[in-house]
């Protein structure tokens, strides 16, 4: 997924929401293809692309006319939201944009939201949405929330579970940046940042110590394979994710024989992060408690 460099990411996640029941794949699908839609309305324009959860109260009249097709019981609906302040859309524009094949590439509107639709009525849920010319555009997917039973409430407790760990990011694009700090913050992080190389070193050397390192594969500078060498110099212990949009086979070539705890393929769910995540901590850890014991 590619975003506007004039575009401004804002993530605003309700904590404590209801769970909901949805294909993982589709969901990632569905949202990314509105982010693409906000940043190619928004074009060389600088703006802010803003996405947000929650939870909320729909009625039957207000079901029935976003989603005609589907008798849809009023109450609490879990949301999802992606809002622009891009070019937006005319009349002629919104009373087409759920057609099949309708496009307008010019605006970035159109393009897969019919099966944006598709996808949201096979999930029981619904899509809203509001724009005008020069005002931007907010598209919001309705989900019913789940019920939870005995079966899936021991999963719905383990999730629930705050992580812990002190992480560093370190990508040299902003949005991946900020996505990944409020995501591992939100599942209970401590976090901090850096745009390149030397600035993470100097983070490393300030504030230790780390327990993992988010480290992108290509930026300009201080390679990410010096980056690793000098942080591992500081603390020999501290783990890494690598993110890369290329092959993990790729990356690994280009890290020889340093030791790496995971390989995280771009673009990426919040959940994949932090599994990860947990699953390069507990390397750590591991490796740690070894440390400690042969002395």
Do not use: W
């Not at 002629?92 to 598709?118: D, M, W």
């Not at 629930?160 to 992480?167: A, M, R, S, T, V």
């Not at 490393?204 to 780390?210: D, E, K």
């Not at 591992?232 to 690598?242: E, F, K, N, P, Q």
């Amino acid at each position: 997924m590619s975003i506007s460099r004039q575009a401004a990411f804002q993530l605003e996640l309700a904590p404590g929401l209801p769970f909901i029941s949805a294909d993982v794949t589709q969901l990632r699908q569905v949202i990314m293809n509105l982010i693409t839609n906000a940043s190619d309305a928004l074009g060389e324009h600088v703006g802010t692309i803003t996405v947000s959860t929650g939870a909320m109260q729909v009625d039957r009249l207000e079901l029935a006319r976003i989603q005609p097709l589907e008798d849809l019981p009023a109450g609490e609906y879990v949301f999802v939201e992606v809002a622009d302040t891009g070019c937006g859309m005319d009349a002629e524009t919104r009373a087409r944009i759920f057609e099949p094949f309708f496009t307008t590439k010019f605006t970035g509107r159109g393009l897969g939201l019919a099966a944006v639709q598709g996808i949201m009525r096979g999930h029981h849920g619904a899509i809203q949405f509001t724009s005008a010319p020069n005002q931007g555009t907010t598209f919001r997917l309705l989900f019913p929330p789940l019920v939870i039973t005995s079966e899936t409430a021991p999963a719905v407790v383990q999730l629930e579970l705050k992580d812990h760990g002190k992480i560093l990011i370190v990508d040299d694009e902003a949005t991946v940046r900020q996505i990944s700090v409020e995501v591992l913050q939100y599942f209970g992080y401590e976090t901090a940042s850096a745009e390149s190389g030397a600035r993470a070193v100097e983070l490393a050397a300030a504030y230790p110590p780390f327990d993992c390192v988010l480290l992108d594969l290509t930026m300009p500078g201080l390679s990410s394979e010096e980056t690793l060498r000098a942080l591992r110099r500081l603390d020999a212990t501290i783990g890494v994710v690598l993110m890369t949009g290329y092959s993990e086979q790729d990356a690994a070539q280009r890290f020889g024989n340093i030791p790496l705890n995971g390989f995280l393929q771009k673009p990426f769910t919040p959940y994949e992060l932090r599994r990860h995540i947990q699953t390069a901590l507990t390397q750590i850890q591991a490796q740690r408690r070894l440390s400690a014991t042969a002395f």
